[in-house]
């Protein structure tokens, strides 16, 4: 989710608006690192760095003015971790007087961002006191860091019942005290809880604190969800309505939380997230976890790019929702290759809602719905169950005449599902078919409903319009609770896709996760629909998005940091990456609700679904350095003011050195041509570590994409120890052979041993 509740868990607005405020407006604003330390050593204890910058700012514009007295700056935050500069609400003079201070880089406008288990770790083939989920692996202290709409502490997720251990001493953060949040609300397991309102705030007006929080307490329930789903405590009987039950538990459910809300009912504003991230990395997390996305941005102008950037070169692993904008191409967002980018995909638990049509066809359908099934029942749809826009069964579009005692049929859009529901019930009516459109396809997010109700896939749903049509039609529906066992995973169409739009020279997103239909825990004072009219209470609640998918991986990273400390961030993303798989459990090619053709490729789920127990034991990983980012950034051709955004002005990009992206140590293969030649090549060289047995052999093995041939040098790769690092070069070359009318092509290179199989995907494309 990239904030969904219900289908997509759309709650908050639209990415990326500006924020200003009269003849104001907020600003993000990056300083030299170097000049800033400099200019602190010389004030001491007098001064800090930025109180003379606001000095510098206000006396400069006031001179442009003709020595005017104006209002002085207001600075929000200062940022001095994960990125080095300030947030504050500037003049456009005091925004022009900037350029004349010592170490400024860049100033860019404030935005707002948005949101992007019982069965979960079953799944993904983990079983506790096994493998990853030791005694020994889960004991240590990772911390988890999630930057999103908060949490609500009292859950049983989050209880710290069974964790003995202290607080690790290495941990700075704090509990902080806010409306209805004391210290007392945090433990062993939840940690620390901040919260970060002052660039909402200043867009959106104060804080409502009847319906909202200004503290870590979550209103919303996404950031509670998200929590338990990477890190929370195991719970059993855990269920929605009874539906789904099992034991809940995070993935990492021995890890330790900290909360930083930076999203509120509006949004999430990029202020407010960088001083979130900026504190969680000087706080002491291991993880960070971002279920947040924006617009596609250059780097240098990404907040969450630079922000995570500065955050992996203190060795802290960023997992990212890939963004719910899908199935379209090039929708994919935090693409910046330092970040887990992470789509969303099904599991093979679904919550039958049989439909039985009067003519004899049956069609599958799903829903949380866990009352009895119906009777034969008369269908209505459109203009025979009210007015012209009845099909969408919107407020005050049903005639309780047309519609009393049978079961009307409803489009997808305008309103959410539950909230058709909610119209079918005030008029009068006995139940609700929830039909796909052909562009929603035959992906199926459930609903809470609150009354009978299924919702059913796009060609089920046209063959019940046909049937309308016919005359006296009829149906009943049949609840067939959870059931387990249908191909999976699937890749949900609403998953953002690849390339990345501006940067496409790696393969975006990374893996895949379960994202569809995931329960998890859930503040008992919101319903579960999200919907205000919904005063329903549950302690868990089943929701989609890529938002649900990422935690997945945070929870997933946590113990694998757990298993391997000494791994770096770029080891464990590696690790991840090259032991996914790409075929279903009835061991068919991984298959794309959102596009027509039969399997998914890697632009959907990108080296495939994550497979978290070959991950702990990979044999070799790709490593990558915070100097190699800068390096890669570098080839972009970004100029020294860009670089010096993202490098925070204390790198230089080398002058005697020809730089190409494609020599990121990158786990996959992004490769790029020029659609209009017929000479196309590239070669591109990796450098893998061994991390298995001291003494082995690798051999590549390359499945080449259609129209290009693959050349490996070396094809063997003869290991003597452990730790060990090997280089080889890959050349792809266009052979001139392509048939299909697609714009790309999907292979892989697979470095095989007696013991391990290191995968990468290849994705080849003519622009």
């Not at 001493?169 to 806010?178: A, D, F, L, N, P």
């Not at 005050?396 to 049929?409: F, H, M, Q, R, Y």
């Not at 205000?532 to 991986?553: A, E, Y």
């Not at 009835?586 to 994550?610: M, N, R, Y």
């Amino acid at each position: 989710m990239v904030y969904r509740l219900s289908l997509l868990l759309v709650v908050f607005m639209a990415a990326a608006i500006s924020i200003a405020s009269e003849d104001k407006e907020i600003y993000v604003v990056h300083m030299d690192k170097a000049k800033t330390t400099a200019l602190d050593n010389i004030l001491g204890d007098s001064k800090k760095w930025y109180e003379v910058v606001m000095d510098s700012i206000t006396e400069l514009s006031a001179e442009e003015d003709g020595g005017e007295e104006a209002s002085a700056p207001e600075l929000l935050y200062t940022y001095e971790t994960a990125i080095t500069g300030f947030a504050a609400r500037l003049s456009n003079r005091q925004l022009e007087a900037l350029n004349k201070v010592d170490g400024f880089l860049s100033a860019v406008p404030d935005e707002m961002l948005s949101l992007q288990t019982t069965y979960s770790p079953q799944f993904l083939g983990l079983q506790f006191g096994k493998g990853l989920l030791t005694s020994r692996n889960l004991a240590n202290d990772v911390i988890i860091g999630f930057v999103d709409s908060g949490i609500w502490p009292e859950h049983a997720s989050f209880k710290d019942g069974g964790m003995k251990r202290p607080v690790p001493s290495r941990w700075k953060g704090v509990c902080e005290e806010g409306t209805r949040f004391t210290a007392k609300n945090c433990n062993r397991k939840l940690i620390g809880a901040r919260a970060y309102y002052k660039g909402y705030e200043a867009a959106a007006g104060k804080i409502d604190e009847t319906v909202d929080f200004r503290s870590a307490r979550d209103s919303h329930g996404h950031g509670t969800h998200t929590a338990s789903t990477a890190a929370g405590h195991m719970i059993d009987g855990a269920s929605i309505f009874g539906m789904a039950k099992g034991v809940a538990a995070g993935m990492s459910c021995t890890g330790r939380i900290a909360a930083y809300k930076a999203c509120y009912a509006r949004g999430c504003a990029s202020s407010d997230i960088l001083a979130a991230i900026d504190q969680a990395v000087s706080d002491g997390v291991d993880i960070l976890s971002l279920s947040i996305g924006g617009s596609s941005q250059p780097y240098y102008a990404d907040v969450l790019a630079i922000a995570s950037l500065g955050a992996v070169q203190q060795g802290v692993f960023v997992a990212a929702a890939a963004g719910n904008s899908g199935p379209s191409s090039s929708t994919v967002v935090n693409a910046a290759p330092w970040m887990m980018t992470v789509a969303a995909s099904t599991m093979d638990r679904s919550f039958p809602a049989i439909v039985n049509l009067g003519n004899g066809e049956t069609f599958d359908g799903e829903s949380l719905y866990s009352g009895t099934s119906t009777e034969q029942l008369s269908l209505v749809y459109g203009e025979s169950a009210g007015s012209a826009r009845a099909k969408y069964c919107s407020s005050g579009t049903l005639s309780p005449a047309l519609v009393k005692g049978k079961i009307v049929v409803c489009e997808r859009g305008i309103n959410r599902g539950v909230e058709k529901g909610q119209e079918v019930e005030k008029a009068g009516g006995a139940g609700m078919l929830l039909l796909n459109t052909a562009s929603q396809g035959e992906e199926i997010r459930v609903d809470p409903h609150v009354l009978p109700a299924s919702s059913l896939g796009a060609s089920a749903s046209k063959s019940i319009r046909n049937y309308i049509s016919s005359g006296n039609p009829t149906a009943s529906i049949v609840f067939n609770g959870t059931v387990f066992g249908k191909p999976a995973p699937v890749m949900a169409s609403f998953s953002s896709r690849g390339p990345a739009l501006l940067e496409p020279y790696v393969i975006k997103p990374d893996v895949t996760a379960p994202g569809v239909n995931i329960l998890a825990a859930w503040p008992p004072t919101v319903g579960p629909s999200g919907i205000k009219s919904d005063n329903r209470s549950v302690l868990f609640n089943v929701i989609s998005g890529t938002s649900m998918s990422c935690p997945h991986v945070s929870g997933l990273a946590a113990i694998i940091k757990g298993a391997h400390q000494d791994w770096s961030p770029a080891a464990i993303k590696s690790a991840l990456m090259t032991t996914a798989y790409t075929l279903d459990n009835k061991k068919a090619p991984i298959s794309d609700t959102g596009s027509e053709s039969p399997s998914a490729t890697p632009f959907a789920h990108g080296s495939g679904h994550v497979d978290p127990e070959k991950a702990s034991n990979p044999g070799l990983i790709y490593d990558i350095s915070y100097e190699d980012y800068l390096y890669y950034l570098c080839s972009l051709k970004y100029s020294s003011s860009e670089m010096a955004t993202l490098s925070r002005g204390n790198f230089s990009c080398p002058t005697d050195t020809v730089l190409q992206t494609g020599d990121l140590n990158y786990p996959s293969f992004a490769v790029l041509f020029d659609g209009d030649s017929h000479n196309n090549s590239a070669t591109y060289k990796r450098t893998v570590t061994n991390i298995g047995y001291p003494t082995t052999t690798y051999v590549a093995q390359a499945h080449e994409p259609e129209g290009v041939s693959v050349i490996v040098e070396p094809k063997v790769l003869k290991f003597n120890q452990k730790g060990q690092k090997l280089s080889y070069k890959v050349s792809f070359v266009d052979s001139g052979e392509k048939s299909s009318s697609s714009d790309s092509s999907f292979g892989s290179l697979v470095w095989v041993s007696s013991r391990y199989s290191v995968r990468s995907p290849i994705a080849v494309t003519w622009q």
